[in-house]
């Protein structure tokens, strides 16, 4: 049996608003094997980072059950949730305002560990904020620095190194690399790459950059309007999308390539209201295959080993 | 772009732009000795690391780079026939919209919270064409239908829309007098690929339907490649290398163009390590006498210590880097 470091089952985050119930995060199931990545790709506002939170229970899942490491963790308290959420860390897209400004780099890290009383004596802790540093590739020389003095590249490092610092298993990484340009991105990606091998760290990583996903992942969950509509390998999803929705998100990547203009899938439309959705296919109203049969909720089925598909029409399209 | 320009129908002639931020930590040498020809037309890829001076470029071209600390020096500026160097306000007001607009990054701080959509549009027609606002109210709801929304939502305020469908709406509004010249400043890194597919899309048809010329700042290579004609690649506050998409996308010559590619994920080789360019970004504040790239570069000698002029390699295709002279050099180019 797979060593799973994470299931989620059923995951649902409903956000009550003034025009009615959003449906952020419906029915969401997935499972992440120990030292892997699982990417979750999907427009803006589709729940990647609801889905992320609520794992974390960061924010309270509606309902669901949440599974770490042999845990059931939708059961806990939140005291008991606090010794979990250490092996379970988030790294942030803005690595500009999600640091404060008034601490330095070396205060910046060493704060996860004072707050959980990781080490005693103040040069316990400097010694371990100095070898988070050199893990994260930061130079001692940097220790008594302010964040608005370094460029975004070693600011996402500082988010990384608090990160680790509570030695976790797992991190949802929430779009880490995208404020980044491409030169500093791909330190950063590797960066990542590297601490997964060396501490055999699972990731999910929420990205709305396909190529970036496709580099990093091992298995992608493309999410439209709360849930999962395509989860498969990261090879297999790219070599053969089935869902119409997929299919048009793949085809959009711009490729910085000269040559043969690829055809294009111009989703027409706008995105749906999240809010009192039918209960019809999440992408009925922009599918050029929509029909009567979508106007029920498609489940996720697998269509061949690890390849799953949410949609009622795949012998049609 | 092109060395015997004398002939061609220029819609911006800029020739030696130096721009300095002068702040109390020391002064920022934001853009460096710039010049930038451009046809009427054509669509030009502004692309380069962050801090490398593209804002700032584009914001020169409007006249709108903040003063102080902003210092700019230029010895020609020429827009669509208008010397922008030598022009009143008021004469400035009327070519901002009508010969010169710009598409900001951040669709949110462009729009006017207490506005309906279509009222914004129609201030900016009624300003440029001295139009009645009942008739800048029916050409606003024609631009909103062009850029794909219903013209019944004109009288809908910004929060009632979603990003794609706002930053559309900044689209209307940069377009709505025609400008012969549209700067579009990462116009679609707030969007995801469908919808950035969409408003690439209908950009595209504009500039067919109304000739503009467009200067597409952006750091995505694969944009470039879908929108534009030529491309200038920006390091330090100065072009690199710029040239035909053939010329800089097929021919590299210039190092960090080199880096630039060589950092993005390999789409055929998933398990590839990325390569990013080695060293620190460059600090403006403290720019080096040479080539401002020199010391990143793999290629650099003591050469590199001095000023770098343009040359031509082709009639398109020029570059700021004296390394390809030397015998035996040549650019390395992943396999992609
Ligand atoms: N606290 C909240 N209250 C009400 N609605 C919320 C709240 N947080 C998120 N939402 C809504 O839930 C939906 C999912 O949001 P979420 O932030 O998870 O999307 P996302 O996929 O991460 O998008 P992005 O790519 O823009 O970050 C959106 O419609 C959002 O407006
Ligand atoms: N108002 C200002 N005051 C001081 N320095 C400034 C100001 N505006 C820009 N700069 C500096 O000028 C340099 C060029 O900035 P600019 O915004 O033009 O870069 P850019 O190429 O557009 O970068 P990005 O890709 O991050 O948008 C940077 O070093 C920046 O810090
Ligand atoms: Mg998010
Ligand atoms: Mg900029």
Redesign the pocket.
């Known amino acids: 049996m797979a060593d799973n470091i994470l299931e989620v089952k059923n995951l649902k985050k409903y ?1 009550k ?1 003034k025009r009615g119930v ?1 449906q ?2 419906d029915d969401v199931s997935f499972t992440l094997e120990r030292g892997k990545t699982l990417g979750l790709v ?10 992320g939170r609520s794992i974390l229970r960061l ?1 309270e899942p509606t309902a669901g059950e949440i599974i770490f490491d042999g845990k059931e963790i939708h059961k806990l308290s939140k005291s008991q949730m606090r010794h979990v959420r250490k092996d379970m860390q988030l790294i942030f897209q803005d690595p500009y305002s999600s640091l404060d400004p008034r601490k330095t780099v070396s205060q910046l890290i060493a704060e996860p560990i004072i707050a959980n009383k990781l080490m005693k004596t103040k040069s316990e802790v400097d010694l371990r904020v100095a070898e988070l540093m050199s893990t994260v590739g930061l130079a001692p020389r940097l220790f008594n620095t302010y964040p608005h003095e370094l460029d975004g590249g070693r600011r996402q490092r500082i988010g990384i190194a608090r990160a680790l610092a509570m030695r976790p298993q797992f991190i949802v990484c ?2 880490p690399v995208s404020a980044l340009d491409v030169s500093i991105q791909a330190q950063i990606l590797n960066l990542l790459k590297e601490l997964q091998e060396q501490f055999e760290l699972s990731y999910i990583f ?1 990205t ?1 950059d396909l190529s970036v996903v496709n580099h990093f992942s091992d298995d992608i969950a493309v ?1 439209y309007l ?1 849930k999962i509509v395509e989860k498969a390998p990261s090879e297999e999803l790219f070599a053969n999308p089935l869902h119409p929705y997929t299919k048009a998100l793949l085809s959009a990547i711009p490729i910085p390539e000269l040559g043969e203009k690829r055809e294009r899938i111009i989703i027409k439309g706008e995105i749906t209201s ?1 809010i009192n959705m039918p209960d019809e296919c999440r992408f009925y109203k922009r599918c050029s295959y929509a029909c009567d049969r979508c106007k029920s909720i498609p489940p996720l089925e697998e269509v061949s080993p690890g390849h799953f598909v949410a949609c009622s029409c795949l012998d049609s399209i | 772009m092109s060395q015997t320009e004398t002939t061609k129908d220029l819609v911006l002639d800029l020739e030696n732009l130096n721009v300095r931020f002068e702040t109390e930590d020391g002064i920022c040498y934001a853009v460096n000795g710039l010049d930038m020809k451009i046809e009427r037309g054509k669509a030009i890829g502004l692309v380069g690391e962050t801090g490398a001076g593209k804002t700032t470029t584009a914001l020169s071209l409007l006249r709108l780079v903040p003063d102080p600390p902003g210092v700019v020096e230029c010895d020609k500026m020429v827009i669509n026939g208008h010397d922008m160097l030598n022009i009143s306000i008021k004469e400035l007001e009327k070519i901002r919209g009508k010969d010169i607009s710009m598409i900001f990054q951040d669709p949110m701080t462009a729009l006017n919270p207490v506005f309906t959509v279509g009222d914004q549009i129609a201030e900016s027609i009624m300003l440029h064409e001295g139009v009645s606002m009942a008739d800048a109210q029916r050409k606003a709801i024609d631009m909103l239908e062009l850029v794909g929304i219903p013209g019944e939502r004109a009288g809908e305020y910004p929060h009632e829309f979603s990003g794609g469908m706002k930053q559309r709406v900044v689209i209307a509004i940069a377009l709505a007098c025609h400008p012969q010249l549209l700067i579009a400043d990462e116009p679609t890194t707030a969007l995801d690929v469908t919808i950035q597919a969409q408003v690439l899309d209908l950009m595209r048809n504009l500039r067919q339907q109304y000739q503009t010329s467009l200067i597409m700042i952006t750091h995505d290579l694969g944009i470039v490649a879908e929108v534009c004609d030529d491309v200038a690649v920006m390091y330090g506050g100065n072009i690199v290398e710029e040239g035909t998409l053939e010329d800089v996308f097929n021919h590299t010559l210039h190092p960090y163009t080199e880096g630039l590619f060589n950092s993005l994920p390999n789409i055929n080789d998933r398990k590839a390590k990325l390569t990013p360019i080695r060293g620190l970004m460059l600090d403006p504040m403290d720019m080096p006498p040479g080539c401002p790239f020199s010391p990143r570069c793999p290629y650099a000698d003591e050469k590199c210590d001095e000023p770098q002029v343009k040359k031509y390699v082709s009639e398109t295709h020029a570059i700021r880097c004296c390394a390809y002279e030397r015998p035996g050099f040549h650019i390395d180019r992943k396999e992609r």
């Open positions: 956000f608003t959003l952020a995060v999907g427009e803006s506002g589709c729940g990647k980072s609801t889905t924010i929430d779009e929420i709305h999410m709360g999240p």
